[in-house]
């Protein structure tokens, strides 16, 4: 029997309104003060030492995956796949994840300016072992496309910082908003540079019996 929902382990807005899309029924599993007090998001998103920017993505959202199972029995939830996705921006091996401050925004977004990057999200589920009723199965994907910004001015750069849209966003920008005024091309997945590459995503749910 096909599960009748999965698991949604991120905060991001925008991930969920993209698996919504795809006419999946979701739940959010999500860390709480309360009972997750020894996860650290922020340990699991810290960049290693000469670490490539695939390498950094994909091991982040194994990790995310990891720590999300463990909260799913932690919580005595009902089974059901679980999916974990993170993004990060890399021009050239140099990682850009979220800017902890506007001048660490601005900087990035200087570094950008004029230049191809590119965007990588990975995705992992993890879906029950109907093997075992205590395993699980794991799947993964990788999503890599390049995106061009057109020179910007500085007070063009200062002016996007100061609207907030940067924080929280990997490389300081947010492509389906204000910033998209300087994408000049991209090639690739647009949906994988929001957060969640839907055509990977579907492939990865097919097997397990959704219909998207």
């Not at 029997?1 to 795809?22: D, H």
């Not at 463990?70 to 979220?98: E, F, H, M, N």
Request: charged share 15%.
């Amino acid at each position: 029997m096909p599960p009748s929902f999965l698991y949604l382990a991120s905060q991001s807005p925008r991930r969920q309104q993209l698996l919504t899309q795809l006419g999946v029924d979701l739940q959010l599993l999500l860390p709480n003060v309360a009972g997750d007090l020894e996860e650290d998001a922020e340990a699991l998103e810290t960049v290693r030492t000469h670490e490539a920017p695939a390498r950094y993505v994909q091991r982040v959202t194994a990790a995310k995956l990891a720590a999300a199972l463990a909260r799913l029995q932690r919580r005595g939830l009902p089974a059901a796949p679980v999916l974990c996705s993170d993004t990060t921006v890399a021009l050239g091996r140099v990682i850009y994840g979220k800017p902890e401050s506007p001048a660490e925004a601005v900087r990035m977004l200087s570094e950008l300016s004029g230049h191809t990057h590119r965007v990588l999200t990975a995705v992992a589920v993890a879906s029950p072992n109907p093997a075992s009723s205590k395993g699980w199965v794991m799947a993964r994907a990788l999503s890599v496309s390049q995106v061009r910004f057109t020179p910007m001015t500085p007070s063009q750069i200062e002016d996007y910082v100061a609207s907030g849209e940067p924080m929280g966003k990997a490389g300081a920008y947010a492509i389906q908003g204000r910033a998209a005024a300087w994408v000049s091309h991209i090639r690739g997945s647009y949906t994988g540079i929001m957060g969640l590459p839907l055509f990977e995503v579907s492939e990865l749910l097919r097997p397990l019996g959704f219909i998207v």
